[in-house]
């Protein structure tokens, strides 16, 4: 169906071969250098890294950091190499704006993980950002939740609170 295929379809904004910066949504900060993903690769649904292995010899641990030059998504963040930063990564666990403070997403030894709602990854200017990122990440939640194919995600009730 049509929202299958959005849902599966999605791809970032990212360019493999092109040159781009990260920015707070927040405060228009640079958060990385210059850099130039070589491969853009999605991340699996709905499920954890050890159910690809039916010999739980393999360490799981480090199987899904991202290289250097890669940049790793999902539905709603990204996941890059914490070396790309210009900011030290002081804290694991929550990576903070430098600048504002502002929760950006969370971090590891071997990644940092972006959320797509609090982060511009543009062409090295914060201005040209699209402003619907919270909202098409809400509006592929809803999708994804109410598709009758993952059956690991069956959802009964969708209750909203404002």
Known sequence: SKEEESIHNYVPHVQVGKTVR?????????????????????????????????????????????RLKDCLYGLYFYKINPAVFECDILEENIFVCPNCSSWLGISSLGFVQLWNSTTILNDCSPMASDDNVALQDFLNLIEMATSEKHAGCKTNKLILYC
Do not use: G, Q
């Open 22 to 66: 990260i920015f707070c949504r927040h405060c228009l900060s640079a958060l990385t250098k210059e850099v130039c993903f070589e491969r853009r690769l999605p991340l699996p649904l709905f499920s954890s890294a050890e159910d690809y292995f039916c010999h739980h010899k393999l360490s799981t641990d480090d199987l899904l950091n991202p």
